[in-house]
């Protein structure tokens, strides 16, 4: 049966969406006004690269078997959606539309698929003996998650690399890495259902006989999508140095000795969590992938155009592995960088 998907996010929410369209799924981006006219007028247009192919095929929401329409937040009713999918980064969550917005998602009951590198406070409250309290300054507005029913939020790794083509319209997407999403199940039936429908959906799409790259796969273990902590810790916040960004490459392989210990590390923290190292991704497999990432992170490039607020999971691994006294002093010295520079960019700002 044809679902109704509503995705907070236009920009990487538009990739999870095409897939969605492709299975025949209704789908709502919630975006700014003139992004939501763009797209109403256009539709949007995600460029994937088929396996054994040299060029990106343009995957256009006109031409699939669901509806997309685009709305802003003040305007989105949550109540009549199958799911909602939350794809924008954690600190955008905390502007008044889009917090009213969670504020109405929490009351209908709608379950929630996070595809964030940050999870959201429900979803950590699912994990067994956590002291998510001690967690609350790794989060913008902690707050705003506070109605949630943690059974009815889940955390959907976002490991497909994909950006926006400056030099191109903001209903275009350009997939450069199009690996898999990984979903861990929620800790309800129905929401649940409804995952391995989707999952079962996008599997079976084809295009001139070939498989179509970026599915969504469903994980029983909560600690699943946490395999990419690692990854964050030892290149993508590295890539924030004293001076300029370096890119993820550098920070990985400039010492790969430290760059293996502070996976281990990330990756032990995730065990006392109650992960088990299936869930995880070995280093040597990270390492090999970060050999081609020769540009800084987001993050990195964020902070050193201004930005005064980015996603911290740095912090929240930090102030997890607090909680059974485990540090490392190179992430330390991580989370102090990071919060310094945010510092003297909102210092900059005011």
């Known amino acids: 049966?044809?679902?109704?998907?509503?995705?907070?996010?236009?920009?990487?929410?538009?990739?999870?969406?095409?897939?969605?369209?492709?299975?025949g799924h209704d789908v709502t981006l919630l975006c700014r006004d003139a992004t939501a006219g763009l797209i109403n007028s256009k539709g949007t247009d995600v460029r994937i690269r088929l396996r054994g192919e040299d060029t990106h095929r343009s995957?256009?929401?006109?031409?699939?078997?669901?509806?997309?329409?685009?709305?802003?937040?003040?305007?989105?009713?949550?109540?009549?959606?199958?799911?909602?999918?939350?794809?924008?980064?954690?600190p955008?969550?905390?502007?008044?539309?889009?917090?009213?917005?969670?504020?109405?998602?929490?009351?209908?009951?709608?379950?929630?698929?996070?595809?964030?590198?940050?999870?959201?406070?429900?979803y950590m409250r699912r994990v067994e003996g956590l002291d998510t309290g001690s967690l609350e300054d790794a989060f913008?507005?902690?707050?705003?998650?506070?109605?949630f029913d943690p059974s009815l939020v889940t955390l959907c790794s976002p490991d497909p690399q994909a950006y926006r083509p400056p030099e191109e319209g903001?209903?275009?997407?350009?997939?450069?890495?199009?690996?898999?999403?990984k979903v861990a199940r929620f800790d309800a039936a129905g929401p649940d259902a409804i995952l391995d429908e989707l999952a079962a959906g996008i599997e079976e799409l084809r295009l001139d006989g070939a498989e179509i790259?970026?599915?969504?796969?469903?994980?029983?273990?909560?600690?699943?999508?946490?395999?990419?902590?690692?990854?964050?810790?030892?290149?993508?916040?590295?890539?924030?140095?004293?001076?300029?960004?370096?890119p993820i490459r550098e920070a990985v392989t400039g010492d790969l000795e430290l760059s293996r210990e502070i996976y281990g590390f990330v990756d032990s923290?995730?065990?006392?969590?109650g992960g088990a190292a299936e869930d995880l991704v070995p280093f040597e497999k990270y390492a090999a992938a970060a050999e081609s990432l020769g540009n800084p992170s987001s993050a990195a490039r964020a902070i050193a155009s201004?930005?005064?607020?980015?996603?911290?999971?740095?912090?929240?691994?930090?102030?997890?592995?607090?909680?059974?006294?485990?540090?490392?002093?190179?992430?330390?010295?991580?989370?102090?960088?990071?919060?310094?520079?945010?510092?003297?960019?909102?210092?900059?700002?005011?």
């Not at 802003?72 to 794809?87: I, M």
């Open 140 to 147: 913008s507005n902690p707050r705003i998650w506070d109605a």
């Open 306 to 350: 201004g930005a005064q607020a980015i996603e911290r999971v740095d912090k929240l691994i930090q102030r997890i592995g607090r909680t059974f006294d485990m540090r490392h002093p190179t992430l330390d010295a991580t989370v102090d960088l990071v919060d310094a520079k945010l510092a003297r960019n909102r210092s900059a700002a005011a």
């Open 92 to 122: 955008q969550y905390g502007h008044p539309a889009v917090a009213a917005l969670l504020g109405r998602i929490a009351a209908a009951g709608v379950p929630c698929m996070s595809i964030m590198n940050m999870p959201p406070p429900p």
């Open 213 to 246: 790259p970026v599915k969504l796969r469903v994980h029983d273990s909560l600690f699943v999508p946490f395999a990419k902590w690692a990854m964050l810790a030892t290149g993508n916040y590295r890539c924030i140095t004293p001076g300029e960004p370096i």
């Open 59 to 90: 995957f256009r929401s006109g031409d699939m078997p669901g509806k997309l329409d685009a709305q802003t937040p003040e305007a989105a009713d949550p109540a009549g959606y199958d799911l909602v999918c939350l794809a924008m980064q954690e």
């Open 269 to 273: 923290v995730v065990q006392r969590l």
């Open 1 to 23: 049966m044809a679902r109704k998907i509503l995705i907070l996010g236009a920009s990487y929410g538009s990739l999870l969406g095409t897939k969605l369209l492709m299975a």
């Open 170 to 181: 903001a209903n275009v997407l350009h997939v450069g890495l199009p690996t898999n999403f």
